[in-house]
């Protein structure tokens, strides 16, 4: 009977997540500058099971970069998005609707600083947010603002080489400062850096890196990622002096393995992996650089400047929370696999989606239950979400795949509360349909509301409810008190201990 009347905290953060890059539209508008964000041309011919493993337009050399700045035949969704910029207010009352109290969205750093080297922010750009913020908070949901979401103006890429270089620790200081001063009364959790680990698939839109300005790429990723830490904890040192009741948080993208087989070699190449993937949270979360990554740095003959300054900053100035994206679990095979992100095994015992993401709620149980024993901070489930090929009939939706895939994890995301983890956030990916961060298309659709925008952006753009929206409304209302937690079907049921 206990199971039956579990329902999660009435304090508990229900909401959704988006990018600026993938929703807002009016790259041009206001004095806003480009971004890695608007020179991803949409490839109509891509193969979608295939692209995680390639490097999907995301990475760039001198030549490329100016070649899609001047591309007058190209489509390049992101420049578009779905017209939240104009449309903010009837997208904000949708998720009033629905019940979210909480909202993430992120703000376009070239909006407020169009080349990002400047030392006063455009006001245009802060005044779009003055509204979206104050509409947010109008519709009562806590505002999470994520500074950077992959969208680095691109004259700093140009310029100065991107994170690589210790100048942007400034630039990007700088304007997360003005952000903090301008909203440090409405908004009360912040987290710096989108998916920071992701750095073997994003190097461009992430650490800004051209491939004709590296002589060492891994040296200047890893680099790049330091001086990420070290802006974090400068973010951190400033916002708990300006106010100690704002929350700084790392994001990262979960990268949950399970080994191909029991083998030994497969646990302990599985677990290294993991550990490596660990790394990015553990110096913003515990302050130091863990010895194994140390080791690696020396035995790869790799160079990060990390001065006793560096230290001593990030010791005495750790994040508040750790923020993690679940869409799937991956698998790992010592023998064909190696300790690149990018290499994995296809797992025999879980079913996909066209673009090859499996559907594995024990995966977000088990990735949220490593976290916590880990670190013991306050989690935040910042993405989560099934990207689908909707069919649009009758005015609506029928995306019973979508409820199924968001009720098993949100089953999961209870059990693990029920353990005594702390986590206080649930925003699954794009409420409303939003242009794919990997591979640009429109028909990736994630959104418990349709957006009528196709891949090249026709469309009239008006908004539908799905079934889903009517579902996640419910799930609100009743603090997931009905999604039958002690349901045979429960995958966390199907698990545990006899």
Known sequence: MENKQFSFPENFLWGG?????????????????????????????????????????????????????????????KRYGNEFYYRYKEDIALMKEMGFNSFRFSI??????????????????????????????????????????????????????????????????????????????KVKCWIPFNQTNLIQYCSFKSLGILRDKTDNLVEDQYQAIHNQFVINAEIKKYAKALNPEIKIGIMLADCTYYPNTCRPEDIVFTMRRIRRQYFYADVPLRGEYPGHMLRYFKENDIHVNITEEDRELLKNNTLDF???????????????????????????????????????????????????????????????????????????VHDDYRINYLKQHIQAVGEAIKDG??????????????????????????????????????GSGDRFKKDSFYWYQKVIATHGEGLCFDNPENPIMIAKEK
């Open 108 to 185: 376009s750093w070239p909006r407020i600083f169009p080349k990002g080297d400047e030392t006063k922010p455009n006001e245009k750009g802060l005044e779009f947010y003055d509204k979206v913020i104050e509409e947010v908070v109008k519709a009562g949901m806590e505002p999470i603002v994520t500074m950077f979401h992959y969208d680095i103006p691109l004259h700093l890429l140009t310029e100065y080489g991107g994170f690589k270089n210790p100048k942007l620790i400034g630039f990007m200081t700088r304007y997360a400062k003005v952000l903090l001063d301008r909203y440090a009364d």
């Open 17 to 77: 997540a988006t990018a600026a890059c993938q929703i807002e539209g009016a790259y041009d508008v206001d004095g806003r500058g480009l971004s890695t964000s608007d020179i991803h041309r949409y490839n109509s011919k891509l193969d979608r099971k295939k692209y995680r493993s390639k490097l999907v337009e995301n990475e760039h050399t001198s030549a490329t970069l100016a070649a899609c700045v001047a591309d007058q035949d190209g489509y390049y969704p």
């Open 421 to 458: 983890v702390d986590v206080f956030a649930y925003l699954p990916w794009g409420p409303i349909d939003l242009v794919s961060s990997g591979t640009a298309e429109m028909s990736k659709r994630y959104g418990f509301v349709y957006v009528d925008l196709d891949d090249f952006g026709k």
């Open 322 to 396: 750790l923020a993690f994206s679940y869409y799937y679990s991956r698998t790992l095979d010592s023998q064909n696999n190696t300790m690149d992100p990018r290499t994995i095994s296809e797992n025999p015992y879980l079913k996909g989606n066209a673009w090859g993401w499996t559907i594995d709620p024990l995966g977000m149980y088990n990735a949220i239950s490593q976290y916590w024993d880990r670190y013991q901070k306050p989690i935040m489930i910042a993405e989560n979400g099934f990207g689908y090929e909707d069919v649009f009939e009758d005015g609506t």
